[in-house]
């Protein structure tokens, strides 16, 4: 069955550094959208991207994050420069044309020190 | 501002009786409504769906009823099973918008035998 996959599962970094979260969303997928999850709180949409451009975002999705598709399978969200409250589990989701149901990956675990 | 909202932080059910996961939500532009059950460590994974010209939707042990007038709609899963104990999350959109899911702070099912 068709995935979404997401590296790293973990990644521990120092303030100030810049992230890279990398996503494969399912291959037939046009939407591609990233959330965020602090630990013991409720998912939160931070942005949405669809034919190479941001759709939408939140507020939570200020200067330090950017997203890109370098290429025709890869999808990335970049923090420019970590801070501690960025710690959180990053997930990343598609979905189809023709359905709302979004699909998650596993999620990327960041803890920035 | 909690547009989509689940007031049982955790629920405990018996192996087999019927468990009944309940989500409010305050914007009336919402038209499609999810629910998603994630484990620890795991992205969220797609349950059920029901689009707003419908009042119930069912498929299998779970079934989705919708309250439109009350903002209401609520998960049953019918009998439960020990592997039904996860976190699950009720989410909303609006066909206007369908950027993007709003999640609600989710509820913790545990099933015991």
């Known amino acids: 069955e068709p995935e979404v996959t997401q590296t790293p599962s973990h990644q521990v970094t120092q303030m100030g550094q810049e992230v890279i979260l990398r996503c494969v969303p399912i291959s037939n997928h046009l939407y591609f959208y990233w959330y965020r999850q602090i630990l013991g709180q409720k998912v939160e949409f931070l942005v949405s991207?669809?034919?190479?451009?941001?759709?939408?975002k939140s507020e939570i999705f200020d200067d330090q994050f950017s997203v890109e598709r370098p290429d025709g399978s890869n999808f990335t969200l970049k923090i420019r420069s970590t801070k501690l409250e960025d710690s959180a589990m990053y997930f990343c989701a598609s979905r189809g044309r023709s359905t709302g149901e979004l699909f998650f990956g596993e999620g990327s675990r960041l803890t920035v020190l | 501002d909690q547009q989509v909202k689940q007031n049982s932080p955790s629920l405990s059910v018996q192996e087999g009786r019927i468990s009944i996961l309940n989500c409010d939500y305050t914007n009336s532009m919402f038209d499609y409504f999810l629910w998603y059950k994630k484990y620890p460590a795991e992205g969220p994974t797609f349950l059920i769906s029901?689009?707003?010209?419908?009042d119930k939707n069912e498929d299998g042990r779970f079934t989705v009823f919708l309250n439109k007038s009350a903002k209401h709609l609520s998960l049953h899963i019918v009998p439960s099973q020990p592997g039904d104990s996860a976190v699950y999350f009720c989410a909303a959109s609006s066909t206007y918008n369908t950027d993007k899911l709003i999640f609600g702070t989710g509820t913790r099912l545990q099933v015991f035998p």
């Open positions: 991207f669809y034919n190479n451009e941001i759709s939408e």
């Open positions: 029901i689009s707003s010209i419908k």
